[in-house]
């Protein structure tokens, strides 16, 4: 079964500090992708990265970086010296095809990050 | 440039009655989808249009929720007759592509089924 799990529900921790948010997926298809999103409090979500199944390659943003597993099937976010407006809470979704050259998105449960100061 | 546009923010509304939440995508973007965000959990998705033809509807309660994209552009998302279970946030998408490419999401419409 497709599936997306995001096993912290909440994480808190003092500003400066760095902070990892796990995904680990389950699929069928040797063609996917990966995202993460950021859902701050003010609702609306906020696309962070897009990796596709074939490139695992790291990736660093800033203050955001990504480690992309194939052999784990894990897809995690790291925030290194986290600030307040990291606060939010972070959704790791799968997108995999469906008929007709559709995709459908398979989102986590999502982790509540709150970065005190 | 624009983000997706939706509008009200926020609707109460007693059980029964009925509730519209209008969504404008982003310009060029042929994909729009609506979700349903229950508090605590991710995202749902209740319909998608590819411009405006329906891709996926198969979690929207066609009972109760009906939505059209007419034109291929602007979209309503409706709910007649709601329910409590209904409270929740609605949240609308557009991507240009067909879901590889990163949707960019509304600020959501916070509806309370009172």
New interface residues.
């Given amino acids: 079964a497709q599936k997306v799990t995001q096993a912290q529900t909440e994480i808190s921790v003092v500003e400066k500090e760095d902070v990892t948010l796990d995904c680990v997926y389950e699929t069928r298809d040797t063609t996917y992708?990966l995202?993460w999103?950021k859902q701050p409090p003010?609702?609306?979500?906020?696309?962070l990265i897009?990796r596709n199944s074939f490139d695992e390659q790291n990736e660093i943003s800033g203050r955001y970086s990504w480690n992309f597993q194939k052999s784990t099937s894990s897809f995690n976010f790291t925030i290194t010296a986290s600030q307040v407006v990291d606060s939010a809470v972070y959704?790791c979704?799968l997108?995999e095809a469906?008929a007709?050259?559709?995709?459908?998105?398979i989102?986590?449960?999502?982790t509540s990050l709150a970065v005190n100061p | 440039e624009a983000g997706v546009a939706q509008s009200p923010r926020y609707k109460i509304i007693e059980k029964r009655q009925s509730v519209a939440f209008w969504c404008n995508p982003i310009s060029g973007h042929a994909t729009l989808y609506w979700y349903q965000q229950i508090l605590?959990?991710?995202?749902?998705?209740l319909i998608?249009f590819q411009n405006n033809g329906v891709?996926?509807d198969s979690q929207l309660p066609k009972d109760r929720f009906s939505a059209e994209r007419l034109k291929g552009v602007d979209s309503t998302l409706k709910i007649q007759p709601a329910k409590l279970e209904d409270s929740a946030?609605y949240?609308c998408?557009s991507s240009f592509g067909?879901?590889?490419?990163?949707?960019?999401?509304?600020?959501?419409t916070?509806l309370t089924v009172v």
């Fill in positions: 992708y995202f999103y003010s609702g609306e979500l906020v696309f897009r959704f979704a997108s469906e007709g050259n559709n995709r459908k998105l989102w986590g449960l999502g | 605590g959990q991710g995202p749902k998705l998608q891709v996926d946030v949240l998408a067909r879901g590889n490419t990163e949707a960019f999401f509304g600020q959501g916070r």
